[in-house]
């Protein structure tokens, strides 16, 4: 086939749990973030878990996470930045790509 | 236990994760309007039908009007509760320009309500006859909340919700070119109808997998 070799998968998104964490994000309209608890519970996740998740996507800058407080109750908020937005895009691409070149499903 | 541990996923693997993780968020998230719509419906439905079947200013009525009158205030009390529940629980956990949007939509129907009684309210006091009173109040309703679901259908991009808003507007119209009790009847079976058929295309949308 090509020499161009394999797409690289962006390892930040290429690991379950984080994967699942970006597309539950993805699914909120721009500039809408969800509450730590709230999240947690759509993904069925623990909250040490969720967090350790959150932290290395943070660290990449997929993830924006606020602190902030409704009637002196802290809250966690999550939101998918703009590049983690591209992130999950360019992955998404990148394995419809890879299972052309291993020819559809050989893999 | 990092699930970076796990064995690495296959291209298809991760696909198909992504494929269910976006549907059970979909299902999660995206609130199915189909019970809303369908308490809304029964309650039109089974209220200005007993309110037709009593033919008001007919000697031939069959029962009193106190009855439809009553089921209607309970059908509509029932129904505007099931709102504001449904209405705060859809944006649980949810934070940003949507959760305004929806606010500010659920405030949409309260004050345009709120407004088209009074309008209601002091041109019937005018003097007018009181089945024209009855067009002006059946034919300005279904328009406002034809309207409405115009509007509804805009913010969340559901040709549905816009559609059944056409179908409100179209029944409007319908309400004013026919006379007393017959408007009655367009209230239960266009609009109590109109509702009740857009709950069961919900239904059967929100079973069907895949697709936002």
Redesign the interface.
């Known amino acids: 086939m090509t020499e161009q070799g394999l797409p690289q998968?962006d390892p930040v998104i290429?690991?379950?749990?984080r994967?699942?964490v970006t597309?539950?994000l993805a699914?909120?309209?721009a500039?809408?973030?969800?509450?730590f608890?709230?999240?947690q519970?759509?993904l069925e996740m623990t909250a040490g878990?969720l967090s350790?998740h959150l932290r290395k996507l943070e660290d990449a800058e997929y993830v924006r996470i606020t602190k902030a407080h409704e009637h002196r109750t802290p809250v966690t908020?999550v939101?998918l930045t703009l590049r983690g937005r591209v992130a999950l895009d360019e992955y998404?691409r990148a394995?419809?790509r890879?299972?052309d070149v291993?020819g559809n499903?050989q893999? | 236990m990092d699930e970076d541990d796990a064995e690495p996923m296959t291209a298809e693997q991760s696909l198909a994760l992504i494929a269910r993780q976006r549907e059970r968020t979909r299902r999660e998230l995206g609130v199915n309007p189909a019970r809303l719509l369908a308490v809304w419906g029964v309650a039109w439905f089974v209220g200005w039908g007993l309110m037709y079947l009593a033919r008001p200013g007919e000697n031939s009525s069959r029962f009193p009007l106190w009855i439809p009158a009553v089921v209607l205030a309970v059908g509509f009390a029932a129904a505007i509760g099931y709102s504001i529940y449904y209405g705060t629980r859809a944006g649980r956990g949810i934070r940003g320009p949507s959760n305004l949007a929806g606010a500010m939509y659920g405030w949409s129907w309260t004050l345009g309500y709120a407004g088209l009684t009074v309008v209601n309210i002091r041109i019937g006091k005018t003097g007018l006859p009181w089945d024209t009173t009855s067009l002006l109040w059946t034919g300005s309703s279904l328009l406002l909340t034809g309207v409405l679901y115009l509007a509804g259908g805009a913010i969340w991009s559901d040709k549905l919700q816009f559609g059944l808003g056409v179908w409100m507007i179209v029944s409007a119209a319908a309400s004013v070119f026919s006379s007393v009790p017959g408007n009655f009847l367009v209230l239960c079976l266009c609009g109590g109808g109109g509702f009740l058929v857009a709950a069961a295309v919900y239904t059967v949308r929100g079973r069907r997998p895949g697709r936002g």
Request: glycine letters at 8%; a positive charge; hydrophobic letters at 45%.
């Open positions: 998968l290429h690991a379950q749990a994967l699942r597309v539950a699914a909120l309209r500039g809408d973030s969800i509450t608890p709230r999240l519970q759509l878990n350790t908020l939101e998404t394995l419809r890879l299972l291993t499903g893999g």
